[in-house]
């Protein structure tokens, strides 16, 4: 008897973008109750192999079976009757419409909106939200969500998709510990009903601990398809990045007897929504990590200190003289810059080339003394912290909207380099980026570091908290809920004061 089709197979898979070449004769294989990892750099072509099952492109060789069967995906429509359903890297949701009705909506789509029971939509979506440990409120608008529960909408939507093939294109880049630990319970469970998981992720340990068989990506050709037990983490990146990376983070500042002098000084900030008194000192030179759950107040800490959300009280200082934030654009004039974690509304500009988002903030830096903007200056600002981060790209004049996503987040990261800060205010600096980049970017963090600049990063990976700051601070509920110093981190207190865990008690996810 001869073995069982596999459930999808592509051969020679080839696609071109004008003159670049994405992909270049990819063969992979998902078999029934698989969960298959994809991997490889920014820009190595995982989310173009993905549209193409997907059908959003076509590609220009190759071919796609489906339970052996020949198919020619006409778009995601189609690829949603055969039974193959794609969350995207890039958040795609409709901001204006609610929570339920982004969830349902290829179903909602096609009846007159009169016709639509409300509350039971609402009851299903809360059912579908449930089963990844979510209490979003069902009938709020997409817009007023923060990105990591945008992320688990999308998720949600996927869900209620009667698919074969899933598709999860990074979907743990916006989650934290927690949720993504809800999110791969759910994701063993389909597995167990037989359908077949593809997944991309930059996340080694999570990599190792939930797939099946592993296959990388580079420039464009599958290098690697490895079983998860026959393969090690250093193989793996190896065949990723073709190097030996070293070491994955840059050493500490050596600790000296007196403590750099403060740079920034936070006291009692709030804003009276999600930030409920937060004091801090970040000093010249320091690396200081802010850890905590999702809706904990990170990113609405770092958006109420450089003027983005205004503070109800507190007092914002840098080098001892008082700051009147009142929007960003004071901020950045004294010299504090801030990473947005959601780059696709706040931090690019998709449609404008990456010179131009490059130099945005950093006009005064470009022009001359006229006021005149001298392109050529422009240009050279992007080619130089391009190569400083090792950005993929044909040249800096193309629209950031045609960068692979890992690569996008170079761009806003060198938009906020342009300006030459004192202190640097980062949400989330690596997401969606590979690990040799994410290394580089470690790096280039340390290096400004040493310079003499004050960094925050807020991360959901604790893994970069631990390995990257000098010290870090837990957020529960808007509130510090504790400081640890480098030597004393470990996931475990991290996450034990992130969820307000007294040590007797097991850390488990929500329901
Ligand atoms: N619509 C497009 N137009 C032009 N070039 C594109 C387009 N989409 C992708 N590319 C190019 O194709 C290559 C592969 O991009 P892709 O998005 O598949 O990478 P990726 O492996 O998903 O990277 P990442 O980890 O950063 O998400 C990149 O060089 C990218 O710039
Ligand atoms: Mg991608």
Redesign the pocket.
Known sequence: MTAPAPLLELHGIAKR??A?R?LAGVHFSLQRGEIHALC?E????????MKIIDGIHAPDEGEIRLNGERVTVGGPAHAMRLGIGLVH?EIALCGDATVAENIFMPEISTRPRAWMDYASLNARAAQVLRRLGQRIDPSLRVDDLGISSQQLVEIAKALTLDCKVLILDEPTAALTEVESVALFRVLHDLKAQGIGIIYISHRMAEIFQHSDRVTV?RDGRDVLCARIGDITPDALVRSMVGRDLGSYYPPRQAACDEPAESILEVEDIADGVSVHGISFTLRRGEILGISGLMGAGRSELAETICGLRRARRGAVRLRGAPLRLRRYGDALRHGIAYLSEDRKAAGLFLDLPIEQNVSSMALGRISSRFGLLRRQAERRLAVDLGARLKL??DGVAIDAA??????QQKVAIAKLLATQPAVLLMDEPTR?V?VGAKSEIHHILRDLANQGVGVVVISSELPEIIGLCDRALVIRDGRLAGELAASDMTEERLLRLASGLSAEETIRCPN
């Open positions: 973008f004008g670049s994405a490889g920014n820009g190595a072509g995982k989310s173009t192999l890297q990506l993929k790209s045609s960068l692979s996503g890992g690569n969606g590979d």
